[in-house]
């Protein structure tokens, strides 16, 4: 049926799933034809070489933190990525007020359970960043296990998000699930120092500890395990481990980072966001892939720095917003300027 000669609004009264559209370019006519299957979703049909991501993060309206941070990076990459946001709010919260939504664990369920009922939970990986409360948490372990079910080689990517500098801004009770049932199904694990000491009871005050800090994780779970910040004698580095195989020794690294004068938000979900797309197109090079990674935040950050001195503001004087969409470039094919230096 054509849609100028049957009115509109009785197309639309035909259940969508039924419906199929075709657009022919040289006369802007859309067709709909009538049948008892839906098209395929192409995304499983005929996937990426790299993969599906399911993303359960953070979302805001305006600025790049949580899913806003990690989705479009990942699209860059080659990744088909589903979001699911976890809160929906004004703007983050770092700004004086903020508005919005917080998704609840039996919303979530329901997400899932709507996808299942089509046939749409088959993903290569599943990316979590930050999670507020022990419900939601539960919840996500959950479709951790169910989309397992479904693809047992899922890879989960797992940002602990529980703090920094000393400072929890999570439930304490968080830090326990997170310790002890996250992590074990968790296949990357990406903590800052903070988050890393708090999984491994450890403290962290030298390179040695944070090496150290990497080979409890792996003995809990996760193959793969990036601190992306650690601090030690007023230097900036980031150490990542990779245990290709059990009862052999991980095979470690260090990347030196400069210390910018300023605070982003963001960075850390972009940072993990990076280091999945990368780790995937080498799964046995996390050295390089951790480069890459860094390469590509670095040149976003100093991009973000400079247009606010352009701007004339102090970048000292508040959280910065990234510059995500002025810096694809280096996000797509970033200059490799941060090398990895291994551990014997």
Request: hydrophobic residues 40%.
């Amino acid at each position: 049926m054509w849609f100028h000669s049957q009115p509109f609004c009785s197309v639309l009264r035909q259940p969508l799933r039924n419906l199929h559209f075709r657009i022919f370019p040289a006369t802007h006519i859309f067709r709909a034809r009538i049948s008892g299957m839906a098209p395929p979703i192409l995304s499983l049909a005929l996937p990426s070489e790299t993969g599906r991501v399911l993303s359960i993060q953070s979302h805001t309206v305006q600025g790049y933190v949580g899913n806003k941070s990690a989705v479009f990076p990942l699209q860059l990459l080659g990744y088909d990525v589903d979001p699911i946001n976890s809160v929906q709010f004004s703007n983050h919260t770092g700004y004086p007020t903020f508005k919005g939504q917080v998704l609840n664990g039996k919303q979530l369920w329901e997400l899932i359970e709507g996808l299942e009922e089509n046939n749409l939970l088959y993903y290569t990986h599943l990316l979590t960043g930050y999670i507020g409360s022990v419900s939601f948490l539960n919840t996500v372990l959950e479709v951790v296990h169910k989309l397992r079910a479904v693809n047992p080689k899922l890879t989960y990517v797992c940002d602990p998000v529980m703090g920094d500098e000393g400072k929890l801004y999570v439930p304490p009770e968080l830090v326990s699930v997170y310790r002890e049932k996250v992590v074990p199904v968790a296949s990357m694990l990406t903590p800052n120092q903070f988050e890393a000491e708090k999984l491994t009871r450890s403290r962290i005050e030298s390179e040695s500890d944070g090496r150290e800090a990497c080979n409890i994780l792996h003995a809990a779970g996760p193959s793969k395990v990036v601190i992306t910040s650690i601090s030690i004698d007023g230097n900036l580095l980031l150490i990542g481990s990779h245990l290709n195989e059990e009862g052999e020794s991980p095979k470690q690294f260090k990347i030196r980072i400069p210390k910018i004068p300023a605070y982003f938000t963001g960075t850390g979900d972009l940072m993990t966001a990076l280091l999945l797309g990368w780790s995937n197109k080498y799964p046995d090079d996390l050295d390089k892939a951790a480069e890459l990674a860094v390469s590509s935040l670095q040149a976003l950050l100093q991009r973000t720095l400079n247009d606010y001195k352009k701007a004339d503001h102090d970048p000292k004087s508040s959280s910065l917003e990234i510059r995500l969409i002025q810096s694809q470039d280096d996000i797509r094919n970033p200059q490799v300027n941060f090398i990895a230096e291994r551990y014997n």
